[in-house]
């Protein structure tokens, strides 16, 4: 059952409306109120409102946009919410990662198998973290959530930490200085001698650059080559 003081806004995606029935009643009886689609260009226009949504779960094999290349066009729209991925066949589930999946279900979908993937979404939602660092900006000392940085960059004499919400803060340092606060937490990866990403915030990889949730795209230079296997390898781990 949805967990008190956990509150999730959820929307199914599935052009097969018995496949979405069946996944709606589930989630129905876990005490859930589901938004149902049956078309990517449908979740587009909810996403562009602003309807507060906290998970989307999109049914890979869709004519039209695929699954993938919706969460792709919802990370781009700055959708920052979690991404499951529904299909018949595992064959599609790495390929989902790359746009930050938050999990993958098989279908036929299953009571267990869903409440499964709950109970790990609520946990990761109850225990969001508050570690923080310290920064000094225009004479005075923020704080700021480890989970509200989005990237990191080393501009002149100043780090300049990027948020999630767009926003931004310039402290004047060292960018090793920055390196030494951050790495100590797993999240976050050095992908460029300039720049530092959490990589709960990557949208996807591509190539030699990242794109994170903010719409950024940043380069991984070939000294950091590995950033790409470990942000997988967290992806699946997540």
């Known amino acids: 059952m949805q967990q008190e003081g956990v509150p999730m806004n959820l929307l199914i995606c599935d052009d097969r409306p018995a ?10 009886g876990e005490g859930f109120a589901p938004t149902v689609f049956h078309s990517g260009a449908d979740v587009i226009s909810c996403i562009k409102t602003g309807v507060p ?23 781009q729209l700055g959708f920052s919410g979690h991404i499951v991925f529904l299909s018949s066949s595992k064959e599609y589930g790495p390929e989902s990662y790359q746009v930050g999946a938050f999990d993958y279900l098989l279908k036929p979908v299953s009571r ?22 310290l920064l000094k900006t225009g004479g005075t000392m923020r704080s700021v959530l480890f989970r509200d940085i989005s990237h990191v960059e080393a501009v002149q004499h100043n780090v300049v930490y990027h948020l999630t919400g767009g926003g931004e803060f310039a402290e004047y340092g060292t960018f090793s200085g920055a ?39 940043i380069p991984i230079s070939r000294a950091c ?13 997540r």
């Open 19 to 28: 496949d979405a029935a069946v996944l709606n009643a589930i989630l129905c």
């Open 53 to 75: 949504i906290d998970v989307c779960i999109l049914d890979i094999v869709m004519p039209g946009l695929s699954g993938v290349e919706l969460g792709e066009k919802l990370r």
């Open 112 to 133: 267990e198998a869903v409440q499964a993937m709950l109970k790990k979404l609520e946990q990761t939602v109850k225990n969001a973290d508050t570690k923080s660092v």
């Open 179 to 217: 390196a030494e606060k951050l790495l100590r937490d797993s999240r976050f990866a050095r992908c460029h001698r300039s720049f530092i990403v959490n990589m709960d915030e990557i949208a996807a990889i591509t190539g030699s650059d990242i794109m994170m949730r903010t719409g950024r795209l």
């Open 225 to 237: 080559a590995k950033v790409k296997q470990r942000y997988f390898d967290r992806a699946l781990m």
